[in-house]
């Protein structure tokens, strides 16, 4: 939703395409997208960005007309990133209650471990890789530092299992 209100806020025209829950899971053509088969994913020629507030910053880097970010980011970055990574994840629980279990906390770290392993393999086979060591040839290859949020991501995840 928020991509979408920035959107119509900048002007730029675009083509809505409404995705729903069954076909985003089980899409091939959106999960590579999208490797999760969540929305939203934004398609912009050749650049395809998942996850809301990259969408958000991606948008604001690219129309700077429609100052959508302001000057002074250090703000916009912690409000972002609480927004997904705190409160989205808290309203996530809310919305889908029977994905964290209802057999106590044995049974929630489980569903957790799953979910945290389904993501690592997402993010690897998304990215062609196999291995922690694939990944830090990777992100040498394409310019990341090892604290870069991407490769972060992937090798907390991804060292213990390789
Ligand atoms: N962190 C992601 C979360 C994406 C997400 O979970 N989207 C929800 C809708 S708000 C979704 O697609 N849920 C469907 C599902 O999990 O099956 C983002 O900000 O884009």
Redesign the pocket.
């Known amino acids: 939703m928020a991509p979408h209100a920035a959107l119509a806020e900048i002007g730029v025209a675009y083509e809505l395409v409404e995705i729903d829950?069954e076909t985003?899971?089980t899409d091939a053509t959106y999960r590579s997208l999208n490797p999760?088969?969540?929305?939203?994913t934004l398609v912009d020629g050749d650049t395809v960005v998942?996850?809301?507030?990259a969408?958000l910053l991606y948008l604001a880097d690219r129309y700077p007309e429609a100052r959508l970010a302001p000057e002074e980011r250090a703000q916009l970055y912690r409000w972002l990133v609480f927004m997904?990574n705190t409160m989205?994840t808290t309203m996530?629980r809310l919305f889908?209650p029977e994905r964290y279990g209802d057999g106590g906390v044995a049974a929630h770290m489980e569903i957790t471990r799953g979910e945290a392993e389904g993501l690592r393999q997402a993010i690897m086979r998304k990215l062609g890789l196999q291995t922690a060591t694939d990944l830090m040839r990777y992100a040498r290859e394409n310019g990341f530092t090892f604290g870069s949020p991407a490769t972060l991501a992937a090798s907390r995840t991804g060292a213990s299992a390789h």
């Open positions: 829950r985003a899971q999760l088969g969540v929305v939203p998942s996850e809301s507030a969408i997904t989205q996530l889908y």
